[in-house]
């Protein structure tokens, strides 16, 4: 048996597929070099004993994913959550996240930000930045330090800004340009293309946007099909467009790389047809659904049962909350209060919830959110012994628990690639 083998002993679970939770008791997660081999219930009798870590009857599950997230409203979430969407964006974040033109503050923000993210089992994330490129940097850096699976970028916005965050559209496309081929060589974090959403963005921009993701084969990330306000003013800007995706479409953004689109929450038959491609990932944010008043809920089962690639997003800050884990509750939870007034889909499972927060969430980052051979050991320890286990319950019961009535405090061990990851 080779010496570099590790094995992780406990209640394994992960996603087979949208539908199956595989459960494996008292069993072992065999990693080489940060990459998972198999599971196993013996181990090889040679197996060297200071190899194997036991973590008994705890829960080993994927690192979380965290596909739509602003790391400059950090400071903003649970604020102003009685406003509209563009009356909160007005009022409370540009003015938030203008301030990030310092670099100072955006090293202690980001860095608490990174923390907070690991605090709450995100190992996977795919951030908004702020439109600034040293804060932008100051990001990427930080997440590419920590060790993170992430994407970001330098955010776009053009038009309907006000005066103090608006950028000049040339310039934007060049700094674009240049972020990118600065960020060529880097380890686990990759650089997106970041136009904040069709209302801030001019068609120059979006076209020229559009170039680069054709030139330079990199994601996109943004929001679309968000909230009822926010649609109609989209109508009234683009009326050549049929919609909020056919304006990504028509300009390169969407379905020509990876593409994560926030929110997807009215979703007619033409941007149904669009976003059924394998590139395309829709990000339920039902926190940030709920506190901004969108006007309604992703159809979450419809576009699963569709085929639709989904995760789920914290949102912060129109998201008040970092947990993914209580992301799965708030997405079942959603789902069933739809399903009331809506009883064509049913409500989703905690199979299929906890997929979009793991394995479907993290397809992107190639082989992370499950513990088959040839995924990277990005994985969470879960110590739900503050639960008390008076009740006999199965490792998928203790997940759901864990899931609705749990919180950082018993994720008691996060590993990126096998190596610990150690909490400020
Ligand atoms: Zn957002």
New binding site residues.
């Given amino acids: 048996m080779d010496k570099r083998y590790k094995a992780y002993k406990g209640n394994i679970i992960y996603s087979q597929d949208k539908d199956t939770l595989i459960s494996k008791e008292n069993s072992y997660i065999m990693v080489f070099n940060g990459m998972v081999k198999g599971i196993c219930k013996q181990l090889p009798e040679d197996f060297p004993e200071e190899n194997i870590v036991d973590w008994g009857k705890r829960l080993i599950i994927p690192g979380f994913c965290d596909m739509?997230v602003?790391a400059p409203q950090f400071l903003q979430r649970g604020i102003g959550m009685d406003r509209e969407l563009l009356d909160w964006l007005n009022t409370y974040t540009y003015p938030n996240e203008a301030k990030f033109a310092d670099k100072d503050h955006a090293k202690k923000i980001y860095s608490a930000f990174v923390d907070e993210l690991l605090r709450n089992g995100t190992l996977h994330v795919n951030c908004?930045p702020s439109i600034h490129y040293g804060a932008s940097e100051i990001l990427f850096q930080i997440l590419e330090q920590r060790g993170l699976f992430a994407f970001t970028g330098k955010l776009n916005m053009d038009q309907n800004s006000p005066s103090y965050y608006i950028e000049d559209t040339e310039q934007s496309i060049r700094d674009t340009e240049t972020f990118i081929l600065q960020h060529q060589n880097t380890k686990n974090v990759k650089t997106s293309i970041v136009p904040r959403f069709s209302i801030t963005c001019s068609e120059k921009l979006l076209a020229g946007l559009g170039e680069l993701v054709k030139k330079y084969e990199v994601p996109v990330h943004s929001?679309m099909c968000e909230a009822v306000n926010e649609m109609k003013v989209c109508k009234e800007l683009f009326p050549n467009y049929k919609n909020g995706a056919d304006i990504f479409y028509k300009n390169n953004l969407l379905g020509e790389t990876p593409t994560i689109m926030?929110h997807c929450i009215f979703m007619d038959d033409d941007v149904l047809e669009r976003m059924d491609n394998s590139n395309c990932m829709a990000v339920h944010c039902p926190d940030?659904t709920a506190n901004i008043n969108a006007g309604g809920i992703m159809p979450v089962k419809k576009l699963l049962d569709m085929g639709i690639h989904l995760a789920i997003g914290s949102?912060i800050g129109?998201g008040a909350n970092f947990s993914i884990a209580r992301g799965i509750a708030s997405t079942i939870q959603h789902s069933k209060i739809r399903n009331m007034f809506d009883s064509e889909w049913e409500a989703v499972n905690l199979a299929e919830a906890f997929y979009m927060a793991t394995r479907s969430g993290g397809r992107f980052f190639n082989q992370v959110g499950a513990f088959e051979e040839g995924y990277h050991f990005n994985a969470l320890v879960i110590d739900d012994s503050n639960m008390y286990h008076e009740m006999e319950l199965t490792p998928i019961e203790r997940l759901e628990r864990f899931c609705y009535a749990g919180d950082d405090r018993n994720i008691c061990m996060r590993y990126i690639l096998g190596t610990e990851v150690k909490i400020v």
């Fill in positions: 739509h602003h908004f929001h926030a940030a949102d129109s």
